[in-house]
């Protein structure tokens, strides 16, 4: 996901100018959704919007948070991601278990476990640490302003198509299917059994730093408009924000697929056809409709732009075009590998990770165990490129 350190504060004043933008964007969108699909899908703006200041001032992330634990143990990271699953888990398992929340369908993220998400995940994890961040990580950052990230978007994207091009033969390698925990076991079993796995998982990170001598930190002073708020808080509304986007999209909350779409429309654009390709058979419509009838893409575009407005009142949003030449390569190739490594995987560490995981799908398991190794190669990657080791 995610950059972990909160950006360098410029001002602790609201820039009023960005906050204005970001509003006008805000009320553009919504619209535009309005327009094309009516009320509940203009109600994703607003709720990506949420997702965006969540992500910027929580900082909640993966890629840092994932490196700081495999360089020098520090687990808080991991922790608060286990509490996010815990909390989804036990949102989630009962509506899926139904089929229903609040009167609405609702379905869950259940992929095939095999080759094709460890291969994927594995790849996706590599980019994360060349990249700089993962979907979610990208999208925000983007939107506070990180002219470099801009450059891993824009690749990550490409990457996407591309990946779409090779997953019927992915798909052709061995898997398990699709397995559900809370069909296999049932609700409460499924249930008992996640949340003892996320509690293993928090132990395990006590052990390492206990073993490493990593210094407890201080909680730093939380300031609610200005940031940084504190990684738990970010845990906890993120599971909450994608319990609402269950009920509005009757489905969880994911990210690639927009990234992908967007990449088919560029492609056509400069003449090449992607509707001969598996993936894209019957997709014509989306491609050549509105991206702002795509739920997806309209969430992606909430999240920049509610990043975009917590950097305006947090009086940080300070972009800077100075890049070198190591900034602008492994931009490109995480970027690239993000993308093609998010569609072999059936998305990235928010819709096969987290929203997989919160499904109750083998698969996001999965995701997580190959993505995390793709990690560790990142992060051993990353001085050797010219890139900062922490």
Same mark, same amino acid.
């Not at 965006?52 to 495999?70: E, K, N, P, Q």
């Not at 390492?208 to 845990?235: C, I, K, N, S």
């Given at each position: 996901?995610?950059?972990?350190?909160?950006?360098?504060?410029?001002?602790?004043?609201?820039?009023?100018?960005?906050?204005?933008?970001?509003?006008?964007?805000?009320?553009?969108?919504? #619209?535009?959704?309005?327009?094309?699909? =009516?009320?509940?899908? *203009? /109600? $994703?703006?607003? &709720?990506? !919007?949420?997702? %965006?200041?969540?992500?910027?001032?929580?900082?909640?992330?993966?890629?840092?948070?994932?490196?700081?634990?495999?360089?020098?143990?520090?687990?808080?990271?991991?922790?608060?991601?286990?509490?996010?699953?815990?909390?989804?888990?036990?949102?989630?398992?009962?509506?899926?278990?139904?089929?229903?929340?609040?009167?609405?369908?609702?379905?869950?993220?259940?992929?095939?476990?095999?080759?094709?998400?460890?291969?994927?995940?594995?790849?996706?994890?590599v980019g994360m640490q060349l990249g700089?961040?993962?979907?979610?990580?990208?999208?925000?950052?983007?939107?506070?302003?990180?002219?470099?990230?801009?450059?891993?978007?824009?690749?990550?994207?490409?990457?996407?198509?591309?990946?779409?091009?090779?997953?019927?033969?992915?798909?052709?390698?061995?898997?398990?299917?699709? #397995?559900?925990?809370?069909?296999?076991? =049932?609700?409460?079993? *499924? /249930? $008992?059994?996640? &949340?003892? !796995?996320?509690? %293993?998982?928090?132990?395990?990170?006590?052990?390492?730093?206990?073993?490493?001598?990593?210094?407890?930190?201080?909680?730093?002073?939380?300031?609610?408009?200005?940031?940084?708020?504190?990684?738990?808080?970010?845990?906890?509304?993120?599971?909450?924000?994608?319990?609402?986007?269950?009920?509005?999209?009757?489905?969880?909350?994911?990210?690639?697929?927009?990234?992908?779409?967007?990449?088919?429309?560029?492609?056509?654009?400069?003449?090449?056809?992607?509707?001969?390709?598996?993936?894209?058979?019957?997709?014509?419509?989306?491609?050549?409709?509105?991206?702002?009838?795509?739920?997806?893409?309209?969430?992606?575009?909430?999240?920049?732009?509610?990043?975009?407005?917590?950097?305006?009142?947090?009086?940080?949003?300070?972009?800077?075009?100075?890049?070198?030449?190591?900034?602008?390569?492994?931009?490109?190739i995480g970027g690239l590998l993000l993308?093609?490594?998010?569609?072999? !995987?059936?998305?990235?560490?928010?819709?096969?990770?987290?929203?997989?995981?919160?499904?109750?799908?083998?698969?996001?398991?999965?995701?997580?165990?190959?993505?995390?190794?793709?990690?560790?190669?990142?992060?051993?990657?990353?001085?050797?490129?010219?890139?900062?080791?922490?």
């Amino acid at each position: 996901m995610i950059q972990s350190g909160n950006m360098p504060a410029t001002s602790r004043h609201p820039d009023l100018r960005v906050v204005a933008a970001a509003g006008a964007i805000l009320i553009a969108l919504a #619209v535009m959704a309005f327009l094309e699909r =009516g009320g509940r899908h *203009a /109600l $994703l703006v607003p &709720l990506g !919007a949420a997702l %965006g200041v969540v992500l910027y001032h929580a900082s909640f992330g993966f890629t840092a948070a994932w490196r700081r634990f495999i360089v020098t143990g520090e687990g808080r990271g991991l922790r608060a991601q286990m509490v996010m699953l815990a909390i989804a888990v036990v949102l989630f398992f009962p509506a899926l278990s139904t089929g229903e929340l609040l009167g609405e369908r609702v379905g869950g993220f259940v992929m095939p476990a095999g080759v094709s998400v460890l291969a994927g995940a594995f790849i996706f994890g590599v980019g994360m640490q060349l990249g700089g961040g993962c979907a979610s990580g990208t999208l925000f950052t983007v939107g506070g302003g990180s002219v470099r990230m801009v450059v891993t978007l824009v690749f990550f994207v490409i990457g996407s198509v591309l990946g779409t091009a090779h997953l019927g033969w992915w798909l052709d390698q061995p898997s398990l299917g699709g #397995v559900s925990f809370i069909r296999l076991l =049932g609700l409460w079993p *499924a /249930l $008992l059994l996640n &949340l003892a !796995a996320f509690a %293993g998982i928090c132990i395990l990170t006590v052990a390492v730093e206990r073993r490493r001598g990593v210094a407890p930190q201080q909680p730093a002073a939380t300031d609610w408009l200005l940031g940084p708020w504190p990684v738990m808080a970010g845990a906890v509304a993120l599971a909450l924000l994608n319990f609402v986007t269950l009920y509005l999209a009757h489905r969880p909350w994911g990210i690639t697929s927009g990234f992908a779409l967007w990449g088919a429309k560029w492609f056509t654009m400069a003449g090449i056809d992607v509707t001969g390709w598996d993936y894209w058979r019957n997709g014509r419509a989306a491609i050549e409709g509105s991206v702002m009838a795509d739920v997806t893409s309209v969430m992606n575009f909430g999240i920049i732009a509610g990043a975009f407005l917590a950097s305006g009142l947090a009086g940080k949003f300070n972009p800077s075009f100075r890049l070198s030449a190591v900034d602008i390569v492994t931009a490109v190739i995480g970027g690239l590998l993000l993308g093609y490594g998010a569609r072999l !995987a059936f998305g990235c560490n928010i819709g096969a990770f987290f929203s997989g995981i919160a499904s109750g799908s083998l698969h996001g398991w999965f995701w997580l165990v190959s993505g995390f190794a793709g990690n560790i190669l990142g992060a051993w990657l990353r001085p050797r490129v010219g890139l900062p080791k922490i």
